[in-house]
Nanobody, 123 residues
Framework: QVQLVESGGGLVQAGGSLRLSCAASGSIFSVVEMGWYRQAPGKQRELVAIISAGGSTNLADSVKGRFTISRDNTENAKKTVDLQMNILKPEDTGVYYC??????????????WGQGTQVTVSS
């Protein structure tokens, strides 16, 4: 079993910054990919940013130039992924979910979601 624990959400004024962190723990053979998704009220969950095991990143067009994703996948450390969010806009408001794709060593992968953390950007 794998657990994802998120932290760092909150309320910030437009133009401000927040940093989200997600730590994965449990039965982890390998981390294939970790990332962040968000869901605004009345809208579908959407990709914000993901980072692969090799360090490749993919960011939504709406956050490019403002958000940065990074991760710590060292052997003896918790598997973490951080999302640095700068120049926040009201449209960035939503619940942010951490997602991890974990390999079990046999070729199979499983995806896990965190419980979500609220980000509110006031105008």
């Amino acid at each position: 079993q794998v657990q994802l624990v998120e932290s760092g959400g909150g309320l910030v004024q437009a133009g401000g910054s927040l940093r989200l962190s997600c730590a994965a723990s449990g039965s982890i053979f390998s981390v294939v990919e970790m990332g962040w998704y968000r869901q605004a009220p009345g809208k579908q969950r959407e990709l914000v940013a993901i980072i692969s095991a090799g360090g490749s990143t993919n960011l939504a067009d709406s956050v490019k130039g403002r958000f940065t994703i990074s991760r710590d996948n060292t052997e003896n450390a918790k598997k973490t992924v951080d999302l640095q969010m700068n120049i926040l806009k009201p449209e960035d408001t939503g619940v942010y979910y951490c997602k991890a794709i974990i390999g079990d060593g046999s070729g199979r992968t499983y995806q896990y979601w965190g419980q979500g953390t609220q980000v509110t950007v006031s105008s």
